[in-house]
């Protein structure tokens, strides 16, 4: 018996790296499986069916189930239909792991209008579009079952680029850091079915990565241990998953290689108090002695 049998899971950008090897876990653990892909390029361009119809045969291999979906996940109709495919195929929906995306690196000073547009589209719109069918499907399962806990679980997933904004994906970072806002706010709206939602930060070798300025960084060894491979990354989402996460939501979860790390939201870092109303004089006297010693500009984590 796997922990997530009778359970059905949708992973977006499934065809491909992170999203594959999320799939291949799931259904590892027991839960039928859409795997949604459109196939397109790094950059977002082009479509080809056969990365998603790839790992539905692994998924069949293993002894699993899996239906492939090439719907675009920030399309309204299309990532409905996303929706409506898991209960179709499978009688249900209890798992969505929202990964898709591309890049399109530039420094915002030479950043196309349409670079900006289509990054944010699939990333930040992609996740809303299919948080947003998935809840109105779970809303009418909590209302027709009498208010009973469902047992839901949506993961989004963000970068490091959104805690760091990375220096040439002003596009992503941005992208990123909305998908993690949309996530706790799902989170507050999906406690009352009894569901849960959370965010994955991933490190690990993907095309992206790799496509980027990062890559020499994250290049697979010779020997020894691989940090960066993906398949490091999916069990944190089985786990997120599965029951046994059943009181967390809401969160930010990192994981690469040998390591795991939850992040705490925004804290007050200082404040100030004063009577009366602010001038640049009294400003400048309660800030300027906190950011003395401040770097202005925050380093990359090591990347």
């Not at 040998?258 to 705490?264: A, D, N, S």
Request: glycine share 12%.
């Amino acid at each position: 018996m796997g922990l997530l049998d009778g359970r059905v899971a949708i992973v977006t950008g499934a065809g491909r790296g992170l999203g594959r090897v999320e799939a291949l876990e799931l259904a590892r653990h027991g839960a039928a499986v859409v795997v949604n892909d459109l196939g397109t390029t790094l950059v977002g361009t082009g479509h080809d069916a056969s990365p998603a119809e790839d790992v539905v045969a692994e998924v069949t291999a293993m002894g699993g189930r899996a239906v492939a979906h090439f719907g675009d996940v920030a399309d309204w109709e299309q990532s409905g239909d996303l929706v409506r495919t898991a209960v179709d195929e499978f009688g249900s929906l209890d798992i969505v792991v929202n990964n898709a995306g591309f890049i399109r690196d530039s420094m915002l000073q030479k950043m196309e209008e349409s670079d900006f547009d289509d990054v944010v589209r699939v990333h930040l719109k992609g996740h809303f579009c299919t948080i947003r069918h998935t809840l109105a499907h779970w809303r009418e399962r909590w209302k027709a079952g009498g208010g009973e806990p469902l047992g839901g679980r949506l993961i989004s997933t963000s970068s490091e680029a959104a805690l760091i904004g990375a220096l040439g994906s002003g596009n992503y970072s941005a992208a990123k850091a909305g998908i993690t806002a949309l996530t706790v706010s799902a989170a507050r709206e999906v406690l009352r079915f009894g569901c849960t939602a959370n965010v994955l930060v991933p490190r690990a070798r993907t095309r992206m990565i790799m496509g980027g300025p990062a890559a020499k960084s994250f290049e697979q060894p010779d020997h020894g241990f691989d940090t960066f491979a993906p398949e490091h990354v999916a069990p944190l989402v089985a786990w997120l998953a599965s029951p046994l996460a059943d009181r967390v939501s809401g969160q930010m979860l990192q994981v690469w290689g040998g390591e795991v790390t939850v992040y705490e939201r925004p804290r007050r870092a200082f404040e100030a108090t004063h009577d009366g109303d602010w001038t640049l004089e009294t400003l400048d006297d309660h800030l300027r002695p906190f950011f003395a010693d401040k770097e202005p500009v925050v380093d990359g984590f090591g990347l």
